[in-house]
C-alpha cells in the first residue's frame, strides 16, 4: 500500500498546526515553505481538513488555520480517512461479492489481517501523540 502525497502532505500540515497549537493561526503560506509543499495544493488539502471539521479557517492580516480540535481528539485514522479515503487492501476484504473465489481464499484472510493491522495503528495515534513523539525526539538530539 503506498499513500498518496494528498495524505503525506496533509498529515504533515496538521501536525505543524498542533505543534503550533496555543499560539494562533498559522497562514498557509508558513507551512507550505516549512513542509515544501505548494500554497496551491495546501489550500486545497486545508479545504479537505475544514470541511470535515479538522481545522478551522480565521480570516484577516493575523489569520490562518488553527485545529478545531485538541490535537488529543484527533486520530490518525481520521485524518487518514478525510484524506485518503478508508484503509482498503483488496476489493475483496470489503465486498464478498466482488470475487467468486472470496469465500475460500485463504489470501483474502491475510489481506483482511492486514488490513486491519494498519486501522489499528491508525486508530491508537492522535496528533498529540505526534507532537509528544516530535518533543522527545528533539530532547535526544539536544542530549547527544
Not at 503550533?20 to 509543499?37: C, F, M, S, W, Y
Not at 476484504?93 to 481464499?105: H, L, M, P, S, T
Request: positive net charge.
Amino acid at each position: 500500500m503506498k499513500l498518496s502525497t494528498r495524505t503525506r502532505y496533509g498529515i504533515r500540515a496538521i501536525l505543524e498546526l498542533a505543534q503550533n497549537e496555543g499560539r494562533g493561526p498559522l497562514q498557509v503560506k508558513t507551512i507550505a515553505q516549512h513542509q515544501d509543499i505548494s500554497v496551491k495544493y495546501l489550500e486545497q488539502l486545508m479545504t479537505m481538513l475544514r470541511s470535515t471539521g479538522f481545522v478551522r479557517s480565521i480570516r484577516g492580516s493575523k489569520g490562518g488555520y488553527m485545529l478545531a480540535k485538541a490535537p488529543d481528539q484527533i486520530k490518525l485514522s481520521d485524518v487518514f480517512d478525510c484524506l485518503e479515503g478508508h484503509v482498503t487492501t483488496v476489493e475483496c476484504v470489503e465486498d464478498k461479492n466482488y470475487c467468486a473465489r472470496a469465500a475460500d481464499c485463504i489470501a483474502r484472510q491475510v489481506w483482511a489481517q492486514v488490513q486491519d493491522a494498519i486501522k489499528n495503528v491508525l486508530q491508537s495515534i492522535t496528533l498529540q501523540d505526534l507532537v509528544d513523539r516530535a518533543k522527545d525526539k528533539k530532547m535526544l538530539n539536544y542530549q547527544i
